[in-house]
């Protein structure tokens, strides 16, 4: 617990010294009485009322000489944002590091919150412009420590945030039981009395700007998951009640939500609330760095670069798609962008197996694989057992040891699988296990992890019957191998990080009709194919991938060309307001939406071009009995064009990822496919009619 000060028990000269401040100064000499040091420093509080233009209000924001403008979330990246190299886009927060306004009182009579750390004096890089002693922290263990925390300890609660529950806990209680006597007094009276600008908070008129966003069904998952804590802990803990309403337990949610800092104090892994350093503002790229300094007992923060005097002193909240700024803290950035470009705003989309679909079971079925213990490995179980043989093959292989014994002892083990599930279910089959055909993916614009297991699932509901049996189904019996009875050498194989042995065969129906080479891989689940299986496929995944994005974008009132144009409208959209955070949040979405359908689209240009390059290659006629002939560019044209629009940076060019999919995924498509065409035609030329050896 922190020592209790009363500020009553002052003598009068000194008290009446402190009734003529405001209370900000007044939060400002307890810090200094403390022991806090921020001398360069001062807070400045905004009017943004008069703020005609967006010019006028970073002028007031930024001062003359300056010269730029889930469960928890905590304010940063844990370890003194040392991992908050990337560099971006930077918006001022509205209000004191998490806005304006909760429920709890009426914002229009409260006097502005909108406040930000500048310099008095210009500070030059490596400064510790800000130093909190350890006794100004409000730490979770001092949560912990009160009746309450201890209550929620011994009953062992499954919470949602349990680290911001025990500082929402310390805020309320001490307030309410110490009250103006409590230590943090000058503290608690700085903290914005209202969030109205909290998603959690906002009205049905305002959440009516979010029509379409995925973030409607978080802000929902948020207030129930703060109520049912709230009521969990009234059950073990009572007194809370009389502490807090729930309106007051949210509000306490999101004051810790977007202030908390992730820290290691004396070797100990813990999160606080830091008077002052919570103030400073957010931008991108960082140009400050904190972190607890063991050796001076303090919480520090410390310029990463020169700052000018009259500029404001920021922190970086992070790299983080808007959704997070805007349910966490508040705000959305208006250009959530990295200096390199990249944009982390993010889209979840849901994909699922259709209930119509005609090979409905069979698609399931791996479409669940890995999920349980069921949908394992090939033939019915122990993808777990190969998977790890799996790695521990590959880790063999570089130690120099013969991993013959490990893909044994995974066939086995999956086999072993496969006997217990037979012998544990009633009739003698699999076990039902229930499994959901909805899988959720974040895509954001770049050619990330996400976007590659997008597309590998689009490639698995793309599949036909026979590429399906292909990715999925034990294969055939001539490749079976001794080692695992039913289990096959085209396993053994994939284990040993060898070539399946029928990989240099042709496929049945070149690229239009067959399974492709690739499809002679072992996938292990529907996350895995991450190259295209042929052009069939991959077409009918780009298909798939256009109806996704215009599914998706038709739920919104609006198009991206009229969000757009809303957004200049600075009149009706109004800086820092909530309906202009909402129209910057549904932008953000629509904007990766897009880029994904012309990310199809071009696709789907390019394998119309691989497509009349593989007929003519095959020999196919046209309607007219004669040979195919090209007459438009062929690929390597095409694939010149988009690195050269690239390059230049002219209005028809597309993402730099969109260009290297075209000219370096679906161009290695291409040479696999020509490659097999002209390998079927070598054993033609061979073997005219292989058949007649058979008779």
Known sequence: MSASTSTAALPADQQSGLDTMDKFERFEKWLRDSGAHFQDLELREYDTTGAT?????????DGPSAEEMDSGEEKKEAGGGGSDDGDGAALPTSGSNGGLSSSCSNAQSEESEMRGVHCKTSLAPNTVCVAVPRKCLITVEMGQQTPIGQAILLSDLDLDAPKHIFLMIYLLWDRKVNGHQSFFAPYYDILPQTLSNMPIFWSSEELAGLKGSYLLAQITDRNEAIADDYHSICEVAPELADIATLDEFKWARMCVCSRNFGLQIDGHRTSALVPYADMLNHYRPRETKWTFDDDRQAFTITTLQSILAGAQVYDSYGQKCNHRFLLNYGFAVEDNREVDGFCPNEVPLEICVPPDDPLYDARMAFWTRGEDGMHAGTAGGGVSALAAAVAAASAGRDRGQDPTAMVESALKA?????????????????????????????????????????????????????????????????????????CSNYVSRALLGLANAGVGEPASGGASGGSGSSSSTFYRTCRDIRHPLN?????????????????????????????????????????FSNKRHAKIQVR?????????????????????????????????????????????????YLIRVMEDEESSGGDNALHHTIVRYCADVLGSLRREEIKIMRRIKLISARDPDPHEHNN
């Not at 233009?53 to 924001?61: E, F, G, H, Q, Y």
């Not at 297991?453 to 019996?477: D, G, K, Q, Y």
């Not at 991938?545 to 200049?568: F, H, N």
């Not at 939406?593 to 689209?601: D, N, P, R, T, Y």
């Open 535 to 575: 052009v069939r496929n991959e077409k009918a995944a780009m298909m798939l991938l256009i109806e996704i994005m215009s599914k998706a974008l038709k739920t919104y009132p609006t198009s991206l060309a009229q969000d757009i144009l809303d957004l200049v409208n600075e009149s009706a959209y109004p800086r």
């Open 414 to 486: 999956a086999a072993a699988a496969r006997e217990r599930n037979h012998h544990l279910s009633p009739g003698g089959g699999s076990i039902p296990v229930q499994t959901s055909s909805v899988k959720r993916v974040r895509v954001c614009v770049s050619n990330n992890e996400n976007t590659r297991t997008l597309f590998s699932m689009l490639r698995v509901l793309a599949c036909n019957e026979i590429e399906l049996r292909a990715i999925s189904s034990t294969p055939p019996a001539q490749h079976h191998s001794s080692i695992g009875g039913d």
């Open 53 to 61: 233009s967006a010019t006028a209000l970073r002028d007031r924001l």
């Open 588 to 636: 953000g979405e629509k904007e990766v939406l897009h880029h994904f359908a012309q990310w199809a689209k071009a696709a789907l240009d390019v394998l119309e071009v691989i497509e009349l390059e593989l007929a003519i290659e095959r020999g196919d006629v046209g309607a007219d009995g004669a040979p195919l002939r090209r007459d438009e560019p062929g690929f390597d």
